[in-house]
């Protein structure tokens, strides 16, 4: 017979006033229901009072592939995980300690996952035991008897009896007597949780505010009275003003802060909320969000609006990127500036929509056909996110190049406190000449050395030339004459050696010399760089650098890698395994910065990949370089 949680602090005698608070450095926490059922919305809540209260927090959401999964069912599971620490938080760690389940197959998927700790403890929605249907009342007994016998600290919650003495369908509030509940939990003010509830729904009534601070409140009242769980994360004060965003909100603010006042976009996940939010703020600072028929039609418009004078952006992922290759060729071709952020999943095809991983690297590269050189750099981390775009748009007007932005699902969907940017002049690209074009001036009049021409548009008196996706000489002008071909596409390489000799060598993180040097790119920065730290306090000698240019690889990095005695490429794409009977030498297939890095320096550099769809975790790379080292 399992406890119910009442139960367990009946069982000690632990009144509300005398529960021992536990001070920890973090916690992970998950909170996971049926879609719709507000977990996802829970968890943000969550980890912005964290936030607000001074800790640092990553959070990431749990989406099911499926719009309209069907209930209780693993394959539907929603939710979010919040990492919750006394320090800044770069990543989302490795299993959760305590976890809030709406039902036993949500709670199920998650065990089976291996995303919760042994021994961690679990909230459990008990609404289940006494359903008037016997097959689910039987499969919530045996899966509790299961768990609860394979070591699982499993308390029986009646989220669903206690929501519904205070509203009429408690479907629409659980999810706030949830919050509540951590709240008391982790200490933390309930008055900033009232904030909250009141700026979720500030576009609701006050009906619907007020019976959603009840339901908070209750939640918060019944921990308090029954659970003999209470925790304290210390916060560490600020000297900064900080702001809590995800990395689509921060790129999209990115756009706003660079200037850029064209995106054209086709919704995709996970792309699609950056140009929601874009969308809704864009108009105050004179932008415009265009929502194209598709994704080619998207990517003609960024075209033609940056070849109008306006650098554009144009914001997807995966599949869309791939149908946005014709007219990022022509943009290439045209030398036009353009932005292209691709905000990856786990693919090919549809894939995996609501999934991460990195997946198109080399298509970012490569993915046009004939040679078409483009600028690729990857974010980090959610602050990487913002600043990118600036960069982006930088380099894109200076070169008069497509820069490509990746990012991924982990990116997209996290939050972070990061410092607030303070607005710079200097973040703006200068105005577009509009003077006269000085005569016999050329519309690519290539500088032998760079491959630079300046940049003719539209309206420019004396300018006038046919713009064509053809081959062209320094006039415009069709080609077929393949000594004057040659050269064209030589300046247009020249231009990323000229940038590449503008890139400062990668910091290296940990030791500049050593046994083992981790390089990986995009999103696993903060989990690569927490494992160099473990393996590093003991003892070992592993570091780490990770790159924001793809291509142009930065210089130093031949210097820094004959550094250490060995070299391993970490990254979320696919490499194949040795320990398979059919890989050897001869057909191993690499991870996509493996290939790049040994492509480029001739180095044997190995790799460690997954493509679980989750964002690697620090304590699985951990292993991996105690097993290199050892």
Request: proline residues 6%; negative net charge.
């Amino acid at each position: 017979m399992l406890e119910t949680a009442s139960d367990s602090a009946e069982k000690k005698g632990l009144s509300k006033s005398a529960m021992p608070i536990v001070k920890l450095a973090e916690h992970i926490v998950e909170i996971v229901s049926d879609s719709g059922e507000g977990a996802q919305r829970c968890g943000q809540s969550f980890a912005s009072i964290a936030a607000r209260s001074g800790n640092g927090i990553w959070t990431g959401e749990i989406i099911p592939a499926e719009i309209q999964p069907p209930a209780r069912s693993t394959e539907g599971t929603s939710g979010n995980r919040i990492r919750v620490s006394s320090n800044p938080v770069t990543n989302g760690g490795d299993e959760a300690d305590l976890v809030i389940a709406f039902n036993e197959q949500v709670l199920l998927c998650r065990i089976n996952a291996n995303e919760i700790k042994l021994g961690s403890i679990i909230l459990l929605e008990n609404k289940w035991a006494a359903h008037p249907d016997t097959n689910i009342a039987t499969a919530y007994a045996e899966t509790l008897d299961h768990l609860h016998s394979n070591g699982y600290n499993i308390l029986e919650i009646p989220m669903e009896v206690e929501c519904l003495k205070h509203v009429p369908d408690a479907k629409r509030g659980k999810n706030m007597f949830v919050l509540g509940m951590l709240c008391s939990i982790y200490s933390l003010d309930l008055e900033l949780g009232r904030q909250q509830v009141a700026r979720i729904f500030a576009k609701k009534s006050n009906t619907i505010i007020n019976a959603n601070q009840i339901l908070l409140e209750a939640g918060h009242d019944w921990a308090a009275d029954n659970l003999d769980i209470k925790y304290q994360i210390p916060a560490v004060k600020k000297n900064t003003p900080q702001i809590v965003v995800n990395g689509n909100t921060a790129l999209s603010l990115g756009v706003l802060a660079s200037g850029m006042q064209i995106c054209a976009m086709y919704p995709i996940t996970p792309a699609t909320s950056a140009s929601h939010y874009l969308s809704d703020v864009f108009k105050k600072v004179g932008g415009l969000v265009h929502q194209a028929e598709d994704e080619i039609a998207a990517c003609a418009f960024a075209v033609g609006a940056s070849y109008a004078g306006k650098c554009a952006v144009t914001i997807t992922s995966g599949p869309g990127y791939s149908l946005k290759q014709e007219a990022i060729g022509l943009a290439v071709m045209g030398e036009i500036p353009m932005v292209v952020v691709n905000v990856q999943r786990g693919g090919p095809s549809t894939g995996q929509p609501t999934k991460v991983e990195q997946g198109d690297l080399l298509a970012a590269c490569f993915g046009s056909h004939g040679d078409a050189p483009k600028v690729v750099m990857a974010a980090a981390n959610i602050e990487d996110c913002f600043y990118s775009m600036i960069t982006a748009r930088q380099l894109a007007e200076t070169f008069n190049m497509v820069v490509v932005v990746l990012t991924d699902a982990n990116l997209a969907t996290a939050q972070q406190p990061i410092p607030r940017p303070e607005f710079s002049e200097e973040w703006l690209a200068p105005p577009v000449d509009q003077s006269a074009v000085p005569k016999d001036a050329k519309p690519y009049d290539w500088d032998p050395k760079t491959g630079l021409a300046p940049r003719f548009v539209p309206g420019r008196p004396d300018g006038m030339h046919c713009l064509t996706g053809l081959a062209h000489d320094q006039n415009s002008k069709v080609i077929y004459d393949p000594e004057i071909n040659e050269q064209a596409i030589e300046k247009r390489s020249l231009k990323l050696a000229a940038l590449q000799k503008t890139l400062k060598p990668p910091p290296i993180f940990g030791g500049d010399q050593g046994d083992l040097l981790i390089i990986g790119w995009g999103s696993t920065k903060g989990a690569i760089e927490e494992a160099i730290e473990r393996v590093r306090a003991d003892g070992f000698k592993a570091s780490s650098v990770h790159l924001q240019f793809l291509q142009p690889l930065a210089s130093g990095l031949k210097e820094i890698m004959d550094n250490f005695e060995k070299v391993v490429i970490v990254e979320n794409s696919w490499s194949d395994k040795l320990e398979d009977e059919m890989i050897d030498e001869n057909n191993r297939r690499f991870s996509n910065l493996a290939w790049l890095i040994r492509g480029r320096y001739l180095v044997d550099a190995d790799c460690w990949s997954e493509v679980k769809g989750r964002p690697s975790k620090p304590g699985a790379i951990e292993q991996m370089i105690r097993d290199q080292l050892q």
